[in-house]
């Protein structure tokens, strides 16, 4: 397995839960687990409103909202169903506020409901619109947290974990294949997952696979609220999307450690790890 953000422990567990007895592998260039976009999100765990009926992504998001709160409840991991509005705030975006609320209804999110533009306000005092959709299964978690406790099931399970391991090649035969990593080190194995996040196209180029479809980085940067002004958001407060572009819109969040953050924006950048202000490579 290589990665050890979220996916790639999750999977290394689901492995070793399937398969008792097996011998699993996780390798990962970095010196922690969740390291990069494990670690480097706005931690939440969302109900499955935007997804089209029918897709992975719909059916995932909503069992995998699921899968998530008992998990963390299992293990004594924080969440909290804090809820989030998608606000309309012109009669324009109507239209596409009861599109979100088919598609809600359509993938089966609990509880989803349309709201007024005055219980708007007794959910979220300090918002406003003309109306919304609010999710009450919409929560928030670190993500970071959930995957130190699967790093702890894969051990447990008899899984290796491998930190600091880069992988620098792969060669190929008919029965298995060989990772090349740091100092002359290799790992022999009869299958590999690549769960590199960002670094996932780089080494399927390495494992032989086209060079298309290429990963372009973006960075998402947020605004935080200051402490004297975070009682102004209780949850999760988002805009009606633009369908004519592939983000959710600016929106304020409350994370599980007490902070809000305001964003994120999207800038091309020219380094996959470029994840503070004036980082270029």
Not at 5 to 15: F, P
Not at 26 to 49: C, E, R
Not at 257 to 262: A, F, I, S, T
């Amino acid at each position: 397995m290589v990665g050890a953000g979220i996916l790639g422990l999750a999977v290394a567990r689901e492995l070793l839960v399937r398969n008792a007895g097996s011998r699993v592998i996780v390798v990962d260039q970095a010196d922690t687990v969740g390291a990069h976009q494990t670690g480097h999100n706005s931690g939440v765990i969302h109900a499955g409103v935007y997804y089209a009926p029918g897709s992975l992504k719909a059916r995932l998001c909503v069992d995998g909202a699921a899968r998530m709160y008992d998990y963390c409840a299992r293990h004594g991991i924080d969440c909290q169903r804090v809820g989030k509005l998608i606000i309309a705030t012109s009669e324009r975006e109507l239209g596409a506020l009861g599109e979100l609320e088919r598609r809600a209804r359509a993938n089966g999110v609990p509880g989803i409901r349309r709201v007024t533009g005055e219980e708007i306000a007794e959910i979220e005092p300090h918002a406003a619109g003309v109306a919304a959709l609010h999710s009450p299964n919409t929560g928030i978690v670190d993500f970071h947290a959930v995957c130190e406790r699967i790093a702890r099931d894969v051990r447990e399970a008899g899984g290796d974990i491998r930190l600091g391991w880069r992988v620098g090649g792969v060669s190929t035969n008919a029965r298995s294949l060989r990772l090349l990593g740091p100092d002359g080190d290799a790992v022999q194995a009869s299958r590999a997952v690549l769960c590199a996040g960002l670094w996932s196209d780089r080494l399927a180029v390495l494992a032989g696979a086209p060079p298309d479809p290429r990963i372009v980085p973006f960075r998402g940067g947020y605004l935080k609220l200051r402490p004297g002004q975070r009682h102004h958001v209780r949850g999760l407060i988002y805009p009606v999307p633009d369908p004519a572009l592939p983000f959710l819109g600016v929106h304020l969040t409350r994370r599980i450690d007490g902070e809000v953050l305001l964003g994120p924006t999207a800038l091309l950048v020219a380094s996959r790890q470029a994840y503070r202000v004036g980082t270029a490579s």
